[in-house]
């Protein structure tokens, strides 16, 4: 899954790169489309894409402060997966999720992909119908799906527990979301972000 490195320095040359969240749509043949519609604390809403477009990429910037949450982070937090999840059920030609983490310098570490084959596009549709409709514990817990949804759901309301992201992740996993972390040179991944290869 490439990101071309025409789209690579058009990423390192916005402005500000290093310290804000920031966001772009892509189609097949097109170039990358500033996609921030409103900035809020420290994330972004993004922008509606295009039915043209294919590709939601936004970047996690390595943030000043030592907290847990500022870390650099090349995992998909609670919110990044359930958009894309309920993106996929109103635009599936959106089927892949970029996060480019940025270091201090404002240059790519790396990419994480998730894209979503066509099968759990299916899946993430019929569940979210399910969902509205109603839906015994039982039943959840039967389905590889509806134990990773309801983990990230978990997250999104109790807070950060990258375990339970990871394990959300590798349930997805096996239902048809693919996910790839690829380091730029001079980085590899690490447990959960891009580091430097010493
Ligand atoms: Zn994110």
């Not at 480019?100 to 299916?122: C, H, M, P, Q, W």
């Not at 039982?138 to 983990?151: F, H, P, R, T």
């Not at 997250?155 to 239902?175: A, I, N, P, Q």
């Amino acid at each position: 899954m490439p990101i071309s490195i025409s789209a690579k320095q058009r990423i390192e040359q916005t402005p500000r790169i290093a310290k804000l969240e920031m966001a772009w749509c892509k189609s097949k043949a097109g170039e990358l489309r500033p996609a921030d519609e409103e900035r809020y604390h420290n994330t972004i809403i993004q922008k509606k894409p295009f039915a043209a477009d294919y590709m939601e990429i936004h970047t996690h910037p390595k943030a000043d402060h030592k907290t847990e949450d500022s870390k650099f982070r090349a995992l998909p937090s609670a919110r990044d997966i359930l958009y894309f999840l309920d993106e996929l059920c109103e635009r599936p030609n959106i089927s892949t999720c970029v996060i480019v983490s940025v270091n201090s310098n404002g240059e790519v570490a790396g990419y994480t992909f998730l894209r979503a084959k066509d099968e759990f596009i299916e899946r993430a549709k019929q569940m979210k119908m399910k969902h509205e409709s109603y839906e015994t514990q039982i039943e959840k817990e039967e389905n590889i799906y509806g134990q990773a949804k309801s983990l990230i759901d978990g997250v999104m309301w109790y807070g950060r527990s990258k375990t339970k992201v990871y394990k959300s992740l590798e349930l997805f996993s096996r239902v048809g979301l693919q996910i790839r972390f690829v380091p730029m040179p001079g980085y590899k991944f690490e447990k959960d972000r891009f580091v430097e290869v010493a």
